[in-house]
């Protein structure tokens, strides 16, 4: 085994945690989501079969899967796409949407303190997987989450649900 020293795990801890947080070449969350409008949350996309919402939804509940992944021992994976997907004759409300929301940034900060916690091994098999590691499943919701985020801010422009000035830059 390789052993790595603090002060190069103290630097990938960070940049983890930069990950998780869209700092540098992607969209952080919170722009992306700011400001959206009520009337487009169950408009479905063009072309599409999904709303804004739907998407936000799936984002959530994988990186919440993720998250239960990494720590819970007795995980059962969820059945895709159902679980992963809101039906998509959901309707969300304003309140519905911000409680999206809310429970991305709540679990996003839960990642982010197990990612910056020392006592944490990022190497380390998750038990009862073939082989994943901490680091791997924050690479993998981080990945996940760039993706479908650049989605939804296009989606937003192609749907003109970005406030005037928006979009521009």
């Known amino acids: 085994m390789t052993t790595i020293p603090a002060s190069d795990l103290d630097q990938l801890r960070r940049q983890l945690v930069e990950m998780l ?5 992607h969209m ?33 509940f994988a990186q919440a899967d993720i998250l239960d992944y990494i720590r819970n021992r007795s995980y059962l994976a969820p059945t895709w796409p159902d679980n992963y997907w809101s039906a998509r004759d959901a309707q969300a409300t304003a309140a519905d949407f911000a409680e ?51 989605e939804f801010a296009i989606l937003r422009q192609v749907m003109g649900s970005w406030g005037p000035r928006h979009g521009r830059d």
């Open 21 to 25: 947080d869209a700092r540098g070449a």
């Open 28 to 60: 952080p969350f919170e722009p992306a989501v700011a400001d959206f409008p009520q009337d487009a949350l169950n408009r479905a996309i063009p072309n599409g079969v999904y709303t804004p919402w739907h998407l936000l939804e799936h984002i959530r």
């Open 100 to 150: 999206t929301v809310a429970a991305f940034k709540h679990d996003r900060a839960e990642l982010r303190s197990l990612v910056a916690d020392p006592s944490v091994d990022l190497f380390e098999v998750i038990p009862g997987s073939p082989g994943h590691t901490i680091l791997r499943e924050i690479r993998v919701v981080t990945a996940h989450n760039a993706y479908h985020l650049g």
